[in-house]
């Protein structure tokens, strides 16, 4: 079956970095494309970044464009996130997604990023 | 960007009843290739969304029957057609026709009465 384990969050401080992870199985990794969404404490969701199967398309929500960066490795079966600049309003849990139909149809569990000094 | 709204954002149950949110988008979700990308999703307290409904109602494998979803253009509903205990939580329209970026409604909270 699907499985999806994030990983990565902690407590980072304003305009620090931290990579989270997404370890993928149970589905032919390659084949996807992959999302990011988030989801700050009490809110609702926010998608966050897409990379096609190939990682040759990359698309960001504007609320982090030029700050996150998507990638993969389907030699590993794994997603990244790499942030920068990280801000208070980055705090969220963040969820890896498996596509489908243009559309996050199998999520992770959620790691947790908290922004704070 | 696309607006997804749904109503009510809060919705009182009673077990063994009918149940339905409503989604409205600001622009038509019908595209080209003759399908319209509108999902549900479902978020139980403490867990991970779940998606419930693709393509406007195509039920994900595992969903009970007692969910369906319906719709066209701009105007999509979920429904419940008799409320169960594990059905309290969180539910989401979100479309993926005009992406990115991919938007979500608000979200719809359902608890009993």
């Known amino acids: 079956q699907v499985q999806l384990i994030d990983s990565g969050g902690g407590v980072v401080q304003p305009g620090k970095s931290l990579r989270l992870s997404c370890a993928a199985s149970g589905f032919a990794f390659s084949s996807y494309s992959m999302h990011w969404v988030r989801q700050a404490p009490g809110k609702g969701l926010e998608w966050v970044a897409v990379i096609s199967y190939d990682g040759g398309n990359r698309y960001y929500a504007d609320s982090v464009k030029g700050r996150f960066t998507i990638s993969r490795d389907n030699s590993k079966n794994t997603l990244y996130l790499q942030m920068n600049s990280l801000r208070a309003d980055d705090t969220a849990v963040y969820y890896c997604?498996?596509?489908?139909?243009?559309?996050?149809?199998?999520w992770g569990r959620g790691t947790l990023v908290i922004v704070s000094s | 960007d696309v607006v997804m709204t749904q109503s009510p954002l809060s919705l009182p149950v009673t077990l063994g009843q009918p149940a339905s949110i409503s989604c409205r988008s600001s622009q038509s979700l019908a595209y080209k290739d003759g399908n319209t990308y509108l999902s549900w999703f479902q978020q139980r307290p403490g867990q991970s969304p779940r998606r419930l409904i693709y393509?406007?109602?195509k039920r994900d494998s595992g969903v009970p029957d007692r969910f369906s979803g319906s719709g066209s253009g701009t105007d999509f509903t979920l429904k419940i057609s008799r409320v169960e205990a594990e059905d309290v939580g969180i539910y989401y329209c979100?479309?993926?026709?005009?992406?990115?970026?991919?938007?979500f409604g608000q979200g719809t909270r359902v608890e009993f009465k």
């Open positions: 997604a498996k596509d489908h139909s243009s559309s996050p149809e199998k």
């Open positions: 393509e406007v109602s």
């Open positions: 979100m479309q993926g026709t005009h992406c990115p970026p991919w938007t």
